[in-house]
């Protein structure tokens, strides 16, 4: 039984994705073998260097992750805990996470961090479909801290290198469309993440943004609802927050609500 300071992995992989989940922070060995593989929406920390770091997670909470869940994730959940966070630890470690065969991410294609621990990510401006779904799915389940720069087309792939980030959604990059899926799918398919509900909201998303409505009959309104949004809002970066909470109800659709209908009146009067 867990200790009360410990969260399962099975009471854990229910909050990946959703917006109040807990800041997973990751203090195995950055640059190890190990770190190939991670917990998906994942803060990488340096484990000796927790007093530069653990203001980032003020007002937080916090689920400190190490190998095997010992006297490391112990020790910096502890140090958290006088700071006022209220951390926890996860019991067993990664490697117990791995073998519940829970969801995880590859971390070989991310972009370089920046300054900051965070990736960059540099797409065209005026978003519709594409573009604010995979900004939603990096900060839900890849880099919650990461970084979206919106600009003219012909200047992503300048900025994108000038900045150290990764250009997507345009023609001729690595994050881009490929046959007849698009960006999302790409990236579902680069981070291994091989989660039912995303695959499901792949389609939803694919059928929107590729004008192939037939595909998933969610498609509609999605695609109404993202050429509202668009109009909206004049910002892009205030349309992307904004338009967050789309995804997060559709990926909890796709996750929990499927099977269920709703009528009104729930019947019909007496004769």
């Known amino acids: 039984m867990p200790s009360p300071t410990e969260i399962t992995p099975a009471q854990l992989v229910r909050l990946i994705g959703l917006p109040g989940s807990p800041a997973i922070v990751d203090v195995r060995p950055i640059g190890g073998v190990a770190y190939d593989m991670r917990i998906p929406g994942t ?3 340096d484990p000796h260097d927790v007093g530069g770091w653990a203001s980032d997670f003020a007002g937080k909470p916090v689920v400190v992750v190490c190998e095997n869940g010992g006297a490391s994730s112990q020790g910096i959940a502890a140090l958290l805990r006088t700071c006022g966070i209220a951390a926890e630890t996860l019991a067993g470690g990664y490697s117990a996470w791995q073998a519940a065969a829970h969801p995880t ?9 920046d300054a900051k621990g965070r990736t960059v990510w540099v797409t065209r401006q005026r978003p519709k479909i594409d573009r604010i779904a995979c900004p939603w799915l990096i900060r839900r389940f890849v880099d919650p801290n990461a970084v979206m720069l919106f600009v003219p087309a012909g200047d992503v792939v300048a900025v994108a290198e000038r900045h150290g980030g990764a250009p997507f959604d345009i023609d001729d990059v690595f994050w ?23 695959r499901r909201l792949a389609t939803i998303v694919r059928a929107a943004d590729t004008a192939r409505l037939d595909l998933a ?3 509609a309104g999605l695609l109404a ?8 809002y004049r910002d892009d970066l205030t349309q992307l927050a904004a ?8 990926y909890r659709w796709c ?13 019909k009067p007496q004769a």
Do not use: Q
């Not at 609802?225 to 909206?232: A, E, H, K, W």
């Not at 338009?243 to 559709?250: L, N, Q, T, V």
């Not at 996750?255 to 019947?267: K, L, Q, V, Y």
């Open 225 to 232: 609802v993202s050429l509202g949004f668009s109009r909206m």
């Open 255 to 267: 996750r929990d609500a499927t099977d269920e209908t709703h009528n009104w009146p729930a019947s």
């Open 176 to 198: 881009s469309h490929r046959g007849e899926t698009c960006t999302f799918d790409a990236m579902l398919d680069e981070f291994g993440l091989e989660i039912a509900p995303l």
């Open 217 to 219: 009959p969610e498609a």
């Open 43 to 45: 803060f990488p920390r």
């Open 105 to 113: 991410i590859k971390t070989g294609k991310l972009p370089a961090l």
């Open 243 to 250: 338009a967050m909470s789309i995804y997060d109800g559709f």
